[in-house]
């Protein structure tokens, strides 16, 4: 608006200047046409006096000219000099040929010029005309001048009118301009608003000009269309964005997308998990930079060179190690295409390999030692022995011991076979574990008297009542008793203990035998694992006690501690849901 009002001024101040250029050359013509007419009839007036040019009278008649015309009047001779003046004395204004006027008019009979008066001190204008005698010669010029101001003051009026009306012109049509635009623009107010909702993903913007008949109602028509359509679109992406979200979060497998350039696109849980990778840091990074896998880079640049898919096993070093699978294919067929990674987690699958290989490794080692054994007596006896009456009976019950061994080992073994698999049928009955420390201390009391030790019972009453397989804590509790006997020298002392912690039933074993170190004391759960071998095969043990005792807790729901301190004593806990009431 400001714009147009100044734009405006500028118009009107180019057209008064011109007005004004106009007004006055018109002013200025009408003076000097005036001026000559004025100088015709006085040159008739001088004519009609009886003394012409030298005249007494010619003064004074040339004042009251001046006076009623408001001009000057000066009489000048063919030669330049001044004979009469209507304002200043003759001997006052001196020669007068030499003036621009005059040399003029000498030339062309008028001349007329603008300039500034010497003698009146004003802008002037002057007018010359020639006026010949009758023989042709130059007779004399009459001069007229009149002020220039006047007409400066009469075209000032005019500028200040014109001016002002063209200020008026110009507040008035700028208002409605203002008006008109305001009315016009307000739809596209309307729009910009609506359009900067739909900018910040709000799409119920309502158009107030939609129900109009113009342009502008169809394209708000329009608009409001687009606003549905974008919304259903984008409600449509956010559904199938949160469909994939849950299934990828929902994963066991790791999933990975890498762009061309090795930047991850995009990962689930599974795969930061298996990785390490902290979740949002890692979008935007090269994959290969945060992981340093070789065969993982491996794998993605022979998908991305002979564009087929690869697959590939590598262990992860930060934190737990782990076994990972990889399957690389191609994202898009590029010339260098993005790949997707599907990651397994065979760990566990790797472990159980491992452990089925040892297994069968140990029970061969373990089945052939007292096969050996019983194979090394029979050869004795039959070398001559058989015939030694004081050593045949030793040799023969070494058979016996070492077959005793053999099959109390493939017994451990079936039963721990059977736990592991899972075939091991469970009774749950109500177990009161009093009983069952009871039943073994008695089965081994005898025994511990034997072996010089002092065997205690300690049982809290009335008797904790789990829901378990009796048969399967009968065996827990006999062979920690078994390795409480086998592992605590003469003298030493040995106890059961029964009690309540912590809403479970706890059935301690506790000795103050050779104890375990710290370092072995997880090992110990392990099959065939023991501290010293010759020891336990001396015993009779089979090293899978602790590995029966350990899986037919955790069948029944309960957990195993140990507390023990190398040449002081052992103490095994059991723990077991106590029955719900
Ligand atoms: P084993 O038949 O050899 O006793 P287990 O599985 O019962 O096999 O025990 C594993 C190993 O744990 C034993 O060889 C022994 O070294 C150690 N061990 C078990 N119980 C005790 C205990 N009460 N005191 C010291 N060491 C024990």
């Known amino acids: 608006m400001l714009g147009y009002f100044i734009l405006h001024l500028l118009t009107a101040g180019l057209f008064i200047f011109v007005l004004s250029q106009i007004v006055r050359n018109q002013k200025i013509n009408d003076i000097e046409a005036e001026m000559q007419s004025v100088a015709f009839m006085l040159a008739g007036h001088i004519e009609d006096l009886e003394n012409g040019l030298e005249d007494e009278a010619l003064v004074g008649h040339l004042k009251r000219l001046g006076k009623l015309t408001n001009m000057r009047f000066t009489l000048i001779t063919a030669e330049g000099n001044v004979v009469a003046d209507s304002v200043k004395g003759t001997q006052e204004i001196g020669p007068h040929g030499s003036r621009e006027e005059v040399l003029i008019a000498k030339k062309e009979g008028w001349g007329f010029t603008q300039r500034y008066s010497d003698t009146l001190r004003v802008n002037m204008m002057y007018g010359a005309q020639r006026f010949d005698n009758s023989n042709r010669n130059i007779g004399c010029y009459i001069r007229v001048a009149s002020e220039s101001n006047k007409i400066n003051s009469e075209i000032l009026e005019i500028q200040m009118f014109v001016w002002i009306f063209a200020l008026i012109l110009s507040l008035l049509t700028s208002g409605l301009m203002a008006i008109f635009s305001m009315r016009s623009m307000q739809p596209l107010t309307t729009f910009a608003k609506a359009v900067r909702q739909v900018g910040i993903g709000k799409y119920d913007s309502t158009l107030a000009i939609q129900h109009r008949d113009d342009e502008w109602g169809a394209l708000s028509e329009a608009f409001q269309q687009m606003q549905t359509e974008l919304n259903r679109r984008e409600q449509h992406l956010l559904e199938n964005t949160q469909r994939l979200e849950a299934v990828l979060s929902n994963m066991i497998e790791g999933v990975l997308a890498v762009e061309p350039s090795g930047e991850v696109m995009l990962a689930n849980g599974a795969a930061c998990r298996m990785l390490k990778l902290t979740h949002p840091e890692i979008f935007g990074k090269k994959l290969l930079e945060i992981v340093r896998i070789p065969e993982l880079a491996q794998a993605i640049e022979k998908t991305q060179l002979q564009r087929t898919f690869s697959k590939t096993e590598f262990k992860t070093f930060s934190g737990t190690q782990k076994t990972l699978k990889a399957r690389v294919s191609m994202l898009a067929n590029k010339d260098k295409p993005g790949v997707a990674i599907v990651l397994h987690d065979v760990t566990e699958l790797r472990q159980l390999e491992t452990m089925r290989q040892d297994f069968v490794a140990n029970v061969s080692h373990e089945l052939k030692t007292p096969l050996a054994s019983i194979k090394a007596y029979a050869e004795t006896l039959r070398l001559g022995a058989l015939h030694d009456e004081n050593k045949n009976m030793q040799f023969v019950e070494q058979i016996e011991f070492q077959a005793e061994l053999l099959n109390q080992q493939i017994l451990d073994l ?168």
Not at 458 to 465: A, F, I, K, M, R
Not at 545 to 564: E, F, P
């Open 414 to 581: 079936l039963h721990l076979a059977r736990v592991e698999s899972g075939t091991n049928t469970f009774t749950i009955t109500d177990v009161k574990i009093n009983q069952i420390c009871q039943a073994s201390y008695d089965q081994f009391a005898k025994i511990a008297v034997e072996r010089k030790l002092d065997f205690q019972l300690d049982l809290t009453h009335p008797s904790p009542v789990i829901a378990a397989d009796i048969k399967s804590i009968e065996t827990i509790v006999k062979n920690l008793v078994v390795n409480a006997i086998h592992y605590t020298p003469e003298n030493g002392s040995i106890s059961i203990l029964s009690y309540v912690n912590d809403g479970s039933a706890v059935i301690e074993v506790r000795d103050t035998g050779i104890g375990i170190a710290k370092d072995q004391q997880k090992r110990i759960f392990e099959r065939f694992y023991r501290v010293d071998k010759a020891r336990s095969r001396d015993m009779g043990g089979t090293g899978l006690g602790l590995a029966i005792v350990k899986h037919l807790t955790q069948n029944n729901g309960g957990s195993v501690h140990l507390k023990s301190q190398l040449g002081k004593g052992s103490c095994f806990e059991i723990h077991l849901p106590l029955k719900n009431e």
